[in-house]
């Protein structure tokens, strides 16, 4: 058995380390919606803990996401030296965040605004919590797009551009790397460090499931008064979970800024937020597995109707717009798939098991 499940990992570690090499011989264009799909990942694997693990509906969860991109915006672009004058007079050169600042100021400062948003809603729950956390959500990208005069701190609707790539080891991201006579283009070096960040929240999080934080977590979900009275801290657990999963947002958002090269608070919807509560749903709730394939699905998806969507156009005599017969068919997709499987598409073993039977 241990040989059968070690012989899966490695099959699934290579295939997911040729999978951009395969791609890449289409152009970029595939290898950058794997790219997009695997911060996907990341953002709901940290809404699965707030979601998933604590029961807790937070509908506001691309605020998370938006602060970690303006994070990286502001330290990683000539923005703040031409807006400030004491600023390009200490940094005259601009300043370039490496990467191993730029994760842990991410995570740290999206832990930050999740225990902000969790501490007035610590006695809300069901609707009224989704209700609050909508409005946060809201409110970030409401600052976002005013914070312009009267300091010029995120540039408005116009968003922040020349955002730097990542360096690693010298390599930078930003630009194909020749080894040899093959090229590894930017999207591809992209995307095995999408891939490593993912790889190390899915360690996070099954080590969270597996601990007594994460079943207190699953405790609080089930029935919060029962959790209480056996002795579980709620209010310190709900803030904790609001942190560790406003953490991983933070990061997604660092990582999206220096891919894109630009932010603007039109990537800040609240589209976003409800796509992300969807792919966690339509994967299967507090299965890591799960919310993965319901990311993966959901994230990609859109991207892969855009060629369908055409020709459909087209048999109609272009009377349904292309964007909006995608979205109509993105939603067909997920209605029929809910209707099939409410559980989600792979949803935790424990779901669905009947009770055991009566010892005569």
Not at 89 to 115: C, D, R
Request: include cysteine; hydrophobic fraction near 55%.
């Amino acid at each position: 058995m241990q040989t059968k499940k070690l012989l899966t990992f490695m099959a699934a570690a290579v295939g997911l380390l040729i999978v951009p090499l395969f791609a890449q011989q289409f152009g970029s264009g595939p290898v950058r919606i794997i790219d997009l799909a695997l911060l996907y990942v990341l953002l709901a694997l940290g809404l699965n803990i707030v979601v998933g693990y604590a029961g807790l509906l937070d509908l506001g969860y691309v605020a998370f996401y938006a602060v970690g991109s303006y994070m990286f915006a502001l330290l990683a672009s000539p923005h703040l030296s031409e807006n400030f004058e004491a600023f390009q007079a200490a940094f005259p050169q601009g300043l370039h965040s490496p990467l191993w600042i730029v994760i842990p100021m991410a995570a740290g400062i999206a832990a930050l605004f999740g225990v902000v948003l969790g501490a007035p809603t610590l006695k809300l729950r069901g609707d009224y919590l989704a209700i609050v956390t909508l409005g946060f959500g809201e409110i970030i990208r409401v600052f976002l797009n005013n914070l312009e005069y009267p300091l010029n701190i995120t540039n408005g609707p116009r968003g922040i551009g020349q955002i730097d790539s990542f360096h690693f080891f010298g390599i930078n991201l930003g630009k194909s790397l020749q080894i040899g006579d093959y090229t590894l283009p930017s999207v591809t070096l992209y995307y095995y460090l999408f891939l490593a960040l993912v790889v190390g929240s899915v360690i996070i999080c099954y080590r969270l499931e597996q601990s007594r934080i994460g079943r207190a977590w699953m405790a609080i979900r089930e029935d919060e008064i029962a959790a209480k009275a056996m002795g579980i801290n709620t209010r310190n657990l709900k803030l904790l979970a609001f942190g560790m999963g406003a953490t991983f947002g933070g990061v997604a958002g660092a990582m999206f800024a220096s891919f894109q090269g630009f932010v603007s608070p039109e990537s800040f919807s609240l589209q976003e937020s409800v796509m992300i509560v969807a792919m966690v749903v339509l994967g299967g709730i507090g299965h890591i597995p799960g919310v993965i394939l319901g990311a993966l699905m959901l994230a990609a998806l859109p991207e892969v109707l855009r060629y369908v969507a055409g020709d459909i156009q087209n048999m109609t005599g272009g009377r349904i717009d292309a964007s909006i017969l995608r979205q109509l068919l993105v939603a067909s997709a997920m209605i029929i798939i809910m209707l099939l499987r409410p559980r989600g598409l792979w949803p935790a073993p424990e779901h669905g098991k009947s009770a055991p039977a009566a010892v005569k």
